[in-house]
């Protein structure tokens, strides 16, 4: 189950809603081992498409030294569907790569009248997609 209190919920879904109709990305760190999302970060989706997102490389690199430097690891990655609903393309699942993380997606489809809103939350483990409840919480 993914746990994350109802200020960092919001931040993500105001970032998917902002950057709609692209896809929006970003990751939650949190002190390692701890499982503990913590800290918003949102990156920049270097593709800049309604259908594909992709972390900066340099973006990325930066993200992990700073991770270092805190003794932090990505709880959350997250992500934005803007058309479809909030469930793992096999695009993502190929690019899911930290195997200790929480996968969020948020479809933000609602926005343009071609679905619901929805936010949802996966594990993502050698190619195995399973979905996880989601509990949101005022604070830890």
Same mark, same amino acid.
């Given at each position: 189950?993914?746990?994350?209190?109802?200020?960092?919920?919001? @931040? /993500?879904?105001? %970032?998917?809603?902002?950057? %709609?109709?692209?896809?929006?990305? =970003?990751?939650? &760190? =949190?002190? &390692?081992?701890?499982?503990?999302?913590? @800290?918003?970060?949102?990156?920049?989706?270097? &593709?800049?498409?309604? #259908?594909?997102?992709?972390?900066?490389? $340099? +973006?990325? !690199? $930066?993200?992990? @030294?700073? !991770? +270092?430097?805190?003794?932090?690891?990505?709880?959350?990655?997250? %992500?934005? *569907? #803007?058309?479809?609903?909030?469930?793992?393309? @096999?695009?993502?699942? #190929?690019?899911?790569?930290?195997? =200790?993380? *929480?996968?969020?997606?948020?479809?933000? &489809?609602?926005?343009?009248?071609? =679905?619901?809103?929805?936010?949802?939350?996966?594990? /993502?483990?050698?190619?195995? /997609?399973?979905?996880?409840?989601?509990?949101?919480?005022?604070?830890?």
């Amino acid at each position: 189950m993914l746990t994350l209190t109802q200020d960092l919920y919001d @931040r /993500i879904v105001e %970032h998917a809603r902002q950057d %709609h109709p692209d896809e929006a990305c =970003g990751v939650v &760190a =949190g002190p &390692a081992g701890t499982d503990r999302p913590e @800290r918003f970060v949102p990156m920049l989706n270097a &593709a800049r498409s309604p #259908t594909f997102y992709e972390f900066d490389s $340099k +973006d990325l !690199l $930066k993200l992990y @030294r700073d !991770l +270092d430097d805190r003794d932090e690891e990505p709880v959350i990655v997250y %992500h934005s *569907h #803007t058309a479809t609903e909030a469930y793992p393309s @096999r695009t993502d699942v #190929t690019y899911a790569n930290e195997p =200790g993380a *929480h996968y969020v997606l948020v479809s933000t &489809a609602d926005k343009d009248g071609l =679905g619901e809103f929805q936010f949802r939350s996966y594990r /993502i483990v050698d190619g195995a /997609i399973t979905e996880e409840e989601v509990q949101v919480v005022e604070a830890y």
